[in-house]
């Protein structure tokens, strides 16, 4: 089992910014990667951003060029900066790990953080 914590959700006015960071313990060996997503009302959980353990990083188009993923993998956090917050980012966010044991996948999900930017 692999638990996954997560802060940094908060009101923020369009424009500014906040830093969201996820905390992974438990059975952590085998961690692939590491990400985050967000699922706004009435949509479908999307992914923001995730980072592999050789720090290879994918991002969700909306978001490129405003949020950077990073991770430590020695703490086992990843931490997802936002910049340039607008409105339609609002959402739940929920931190996201993937791990490979001899070769079967698992998928293991925070409890989510709000995240509100108001216009």
């Known amino acids: 089992q692999v638990q996954l914590v997560e802060s940094g959700g908060d009101l923020v006015q369009a424009g500014g910014s906040l830093r969201l960071s996820c905390a992974a313990s438990?059975?952590?060996?085998?961690?692939?990667?590491m990400g985050w997503y967000r699922q706004a009302p009435g949509k479908q959980r999307e992914l923001v951003a995730a980072v592999t353990t050789g720090g290879s990083t994918n991002y969700g188009d909306s978001v490129k060029g405003r949020f950077t993923i990073s991770r430590d993998n020695a703490k086992n956090t990843a931490d997802l900066q936002m910049n340039s917050l607008k409105p339609e980012d609002t959402a739940v966010y929920y931190c996201?790990?993937?791990?490979?044991?001899?070769?079967?996948?698992?998928?293991?999900w925070g409890k989510g953080t709000q995240v509100t930017v108001s216009s």
């Open positions: 996201h790990c993937h791990l490979d044991i001899v070769g079967t996948g698992y998928d293991y």
């Open positions: 438990g059975i952590i060996f085998g961690i692939k990667s």
